[in-house]
């Protein structure tokens, strides 16, 4: 598992990156978590139906929906106080300001997934130096 994957689940659904329990139980669970495609056979969707993180109104429903998803899912991993999982306990020290970039990152993910486009274009470089 990446070093930063810790990061990425607690950037995608606002948890706190400190709590290392809650952020290892997801990721443990999340490969028993059933898959299905989605109309066209492409794009695999959460085989409950439940929302995901790109289509959810916002992190808070889509954090609640993946919670539960590890919840009900079909292996129970049981994290909490696990001495095996104490060096990554130890040694994980997320960065603030990495997670934020990837929070911004998913946020403009999900408004483009969802409307499109971004409201207004960024400006380019160098038309924002003549303005």
Do not use: C
Request: glycine share 4%; no cysteine.
């Amino acid at each position: 598992m990446p070093t930063t994957a810790l990061e990425w689940r607690a950037a995608e659904y606002g948890i706190d990156p400190t709590d290392t329990d809650a952020l290892i139980e997801i990721l443990l669970h999340e490969p028993f978590m059933e898959l299905a495609e989605d109309e066209d056979g492409q794009q695999p969707k959460w085989a409950d139906g439940s929302i995901d993180l790109l289509t959810a109104e916002n992190t808070t429903i889509a954090r609640e929906a993946h919670l539960d998803r590890v919840k009900n899912s079909r292996v129970r991993i049981d994290v909490r106080d696990a001495a095996g999982l104490a060096p990554i306990r130890a040694t994980h020290q997320p960065d603030p300001d990495r997670i934020r970039a990837m929070r911004e990152a998913v946020d403009t993910t999900r408004w483009l997934t969802k409307y499109g486009d971004l409201p207004a274009r960024p400006l380019d470089p160098l038309e924002a130096r003549r303005a």
